[in-house]
């Protein structure tokens, strides 16, 4: 079955770096576009980053654009979200995602637009 397990989310001081790990199984991991989503307490869930299957196509909300970057190793079957220059307002729990695709160059940004969810990983960013 999809499984999808996150890992490196933490408490950072403002301005500082993390990297997001979403390692994936169960599933060709190639043919699946890959996106990062985020939760704040008391808010909708959030999109943030997205990746084609190919990984050549990216897209970000604004608020991160510049300081986020999302990635992919398909060897590995993993994707990242690299976070640089952190904010408060970044925190949230992080949710890695992934839906299949027959279109190796095409993101997706909406949040039903995704099959599989994994169970969050949390980053706190102190001022």
């Known amino acids: 079955q999809v499984q999808l397990v996150e890992s490196g989310g933490g408490l950072v001081q403002a301005g500082a770096s993390l990297r997001l790990s979403c390692a994936a199984s169960g599933f060709t991991f190639n043919t699946y576009a890959m996106g990062w989503f985020r939760q704040a307490p008391g808010k909708e869930r959030e999109f943030v980053a997205t990746i084609s299957g190919s990984g050549g196509h990216t897209n970000y909300v604004d608020s991160v654009k510049g300081r986020f970057t999302i990635s992919r190793d398909n060897a590995k079957n993993t994707v990242y979200l690299q976070m640089n220059s952190l904010k408060p307002e970044d925190t949230a729990v992080y949710y890695c995602?992934?839906?299949?695709?027959?279109?190796?160059?095409?993101?997706?940004?909406?949040?039903?637009?995704?099959?599989?969810w994994g169970q969050g990983t949390q980053v706190t960013v102190s001022s």
């Open positions: 995602a992934a839906r299949p695709t027959s279109y190796s160059s095409v993101t997706y940004s909406l949040r039903r637009e995704y099959n599989y």
